[in-house]
């Protein structure tokens, strides 16, 4: 983003200025919490869902987001019109069907109201990623899980997420790209359990089918057959969990009203620039 999502809302409003509502549309950029799955608590399905069930997202993209983005239901964009499902599990925001889950799990309160302590590490290079760190920390304290937030420098960050793989959970975002076998095999196939490198599949998710499925998609020359592969495979990741989908984000450029036609083309000003002018 190239100012503050405060900023922009403010400087929309100049009347020199302008924020194009296209333009970055093969990005498919969104917001996601994944979890550390080889870790003993987040291991269990149900306390993933009890996690989600805590989580407003209407909330996060009105407060964190400032209305830049929509509430993501899976790992497919909105944005991929060809390949998003809605036909996926969803989670309401309810306290009580996540209190329930995670009594379900066997992670009773202590005296002291705890269930279980967690770590959280925001990427950290702008600020709605702290917000969401503090949100999920408020959130989570709701229904007896203790989470301690974790800040450090972008290079410690990536060793620590893609290498060691000491975090319970972290938020970031990521591109779709314009085809899934692009920007969404990475994060759950898992053959791409890969050490070191930066924002692959760091949860350590791995389930034969998700991985049959991307495989098939990745060199299925029907298209239909393509669609309902990934439509599978959307309806199993949204039950299982590894990551938690918060928004479809509206990636944005802040442009001079003097600028034409940088954001014709679907990567914005990550184009080729070949058509711009100015006024």
Not at 26 to 34: C, K, L, P, V
Not at 188 to 201: E, L
Not at 208 to 230: I, Y
Request: glycine share 6%; aromatic share 12%.
């Amino acid at each position: 983003m190239p100012v503050a999502l405060s900023d922009a809302r403010r400087l929309k409003d100049l009347p020199q200025f302008v924020i194009p509502d296209k333009g970055f549309e093969a990005f498919a950029a969104q917001a996601w919490i994944e979890f550390n799955v080889r870790r003993p608590e987040l291991r269990d399905v149900r306390v993933r869902q009890a996690i989600a069930h805590a989580l407003d997202k209407n909330f996060m993209v009105r407060a964190i987001w400032l209305g830049f983005g929509t509430v993501a239901t899976g790992p497919i964009s909105t944005a991929l019109k060809q390949f998003y499902s809605k036909d996926v599990k969803t989670y309401a925001f309810n306290i009580e069907q996540a209190n329930k889950l995670l009594d379900d799990a066997g992670y009773k309160r202590g005296a002291n109201g705890i269930r279980f302590k967690i770590t959280h590490d925001p990427l950290p290079i702008a600020e709605f990623y702290f917000r969401t760190g503090e949100y999920f920390k408020q959130a989570l304290q709701k229904i007896g899980i203790d989470v301690e937030l974790r800040t450090q420098d972008y290079a410690t960050w990536i060793k620590r997420i893609y290498t060691d793989n000491d975090f319970d959970s972290q938020n970031a975002t990521s591109y779709n790209l314009p085809d899934p076998s692009m920007g969404v095999k990475r994060y759950f196939w898992s053959k791409n359990i890969a050490k070191g490198v930066p924002f692959s599949n760091g949860s350590g998710y791995s389930n034969p089918a998700v991985d049959a499925l991307l495989e098939s998609a990745q060199v299925e020359n029907d298209a239909a057959k393509r669609v309902e592969q990934f439509a599978s495979f959307q309806r199993i990741v949204t039950e299982e969990l590894p990551q938690i989908t918060i928004a479809d984000i509206q990636w944005f450029q802040l442009e001079s009203r003097r600028v034409r036609g940088a954001a014709n083309g679907p990567y914005g000003m990550h184009g080729n620039l070949a058509g711009v002018s100015f006024a």
